[in-house]
T-cell receptor, first 118, second 114 residues
């Protein structure tokens, strides 16, 4: 079974509007971290936001917010006021802290391509 | 220079060639990683180094040989590759292997095996 599932292969969003990118995860660990990365066409993976499994509040970083629903095992990324520079691939990733052998191993989803239209 | 750098950015090599990819991080981190990103596949972890010691080899073929001479540098030595090895190879670093910190990625090396 996939540990990280991103069901939206691609999305269009109008400039200045908000967009929600879906991410569901599968783990039996109680302690884990969820990450979102942005990958523009240049290839670099840019860290956006982090949510710990014990964090009670949803993480926010500027225009990025993470809608964390632990019971549903979902960690959706919300980008508000989209800009043309937001066009990129977006990856959800999970790190299971409870399994010692995993260390800081990140498991990535398949990604969602976002295209912002002017 | 800041962050994580990788050289070369693009590499074309024949199946009989030997080449090396280089990664350098300027963040004072102690853990470094190699990932492979193929078309239409999720990012795959290849190797993990923590304080210069290899802590994970994710069933990577022996034609890929990593080297970590110090906490700031990571190499991936390539020899007798196959066309299916063509991919974007990303290097990353983090504070250390077991901490809660995020990983920072380099820009990647786009490898084409002919």
């Amino acid at each position: 079974a996939q540990k990280i599932t991103q069901t939206q292969p691609g999305m269009f969003v109008q400039e200045k509007e908000a967009v929600t990118l879906d991410c569901t995860y599968d783990t039996s660990d109680q302690s884990y971290g969820l990450f979102w990365y942005k990958q523009p066409s240049s290839g670099e993976m840019i860290f956006l936001i982090y949510q710990g499994s014990y964090d009670e509040q949803n993480a926010t970083e500027g225009r990025y917010s993470l809608n964390f629903q632990k019971a549903r095992k979902s960690a959706n990324l919300v980008i508000s006021a989209s800009q043309l520079g937001d066009s990129a691939m977006y990856f959800c990733a999970m790190r299971e802290v409870g399994i010692k052998a995993a260390g800081n191993k990140l498991t990535f989803g398949g990604g969602t391509r976002v295209l912002v239209k002017p | 220079e800041t962050g994580v750098t990788q050289t070369p950015r693009h590499l074309v090599m024949g199946m009989t060639n030997k080449k090396s990819l280089k990664c350098e991080q300027h963040l004072g981190h102690n853990a470094m990683y190699w990932y492979k990103q193929s078309a239409k596949k999720p990012l795959e972890l290849m190797f993990v180094y923590n304080f210069k010691e290899q802590t994970e080899n994710n069933s990577v073929p022996s034609r890929f040989s990593p080297e970590c001479p110090n906490s700031s540098h990571l190499f991936l030595h390539l020899h007798t590759l196959q066309p299916e090895d063509s991919a974007l190879y990303l290097c990353a670093s983090s504070q250390d292997r077991d901490s809660a910190y995020e990983q920072y990625f380099g820009p990647g090396t786009r490898l084409t095996v002919t």
